[in-house]
Every structure is written in C-alpha cells, then in structure tokens.
C-alpha cells in the first residue's frame, strides 16, 4: 500500500487544479480547468474525465475497497457524462465538482475506512433499489397501457 498523505497531497493537486482553480471576481464561486476544457465540446470533458481518472488511480493505489472505488467511478462517471451536455454541462462542472467530492471521499475513506466503506454501500444499494423501482414502474405502466390498448375496444 502507498503511503496515504503524499497520494492523497498529490490527487489534492490535481482535483484543486481541475475544479477550483480560480474564482470569479467578487463571488465565492470557483472553477478550474475542467470548466475550461469542457466547453470543448466532447474532447474537452472527455479530457477532463482522462485526468480526473487519477482519483481512481489513487484509491487503487492507496487499497480502498470495491465499493469505495466504485462510488469514485460514479462520481467521475457523473461529472464526465454531465458535464458533456453544451453550456449546462460545464454549469453543472463548477457545481458538481467530481474531482474534489473524490478527493473528500478518500481522505474520510483514509481516516475512517469502516464507516466510508459502508456508507458507499448504502448508497450503491439505495441506487439499485432507486432504479429497481424505476423500472418496476415502468413496467407497470407498459402492461396497463398494453392492457388498455388491448382490450379498450370491448
């Protein structure tokens, strides 16, 4: 395993320069070069996800677990996938800041490995449950709308 404070310094280089590089004027509001990059439209954000993916790197690196490193992947994923859409996305960059939640979840992940591992499970499993029932819905609704299709002419 590498030694946690100079990966985790390191990644903190990255993940300042990517989403709080600098501030705009007479606002607390802070950007880096992810913003930057991603107003490239797909190259830009695709880039910034390459980069960013150094988060992931580190976790690996550092030996978090499975669900820790997923919930980074998640993270990366989000922002990446997001932050692609023209003008919105790069909003949703400044806001999201992917690379700095990464960074905050492996340094709670170093201090308290337990609690951060289980509360990445929660989530994943609060995430499944979310879509399970999505598509539950969904499916329900596709038979009732079959079913009335169907048999509304009777």
Known sequence: MAEPARELERFRVVATALDARWR???TPIRFGWDA????VPGLG????GLVGSYGLYVGWRLGAPTVVLARVLLNLGVETLVGSVPIAGD???IAFRG????LALLDRWVARPHETARRSRWLFIGLFAGMLGIL???LSFAIWLLKLLL???R
């Open 24 to 26: 705009l004027p007479g």
């Open 99 to 102: 690379n700095l939640r990464n």
């Open 151 to 153: 048999f509304s002419g």
């Open 91 to 93: 909003l949703f960059d």
């Open 36 to 39: 930057v990059v991603g107003l």
């Open 136 to 138: 539950l819905a969904a």
């Open 45 to 48: 954000d695709a880039l910034a």
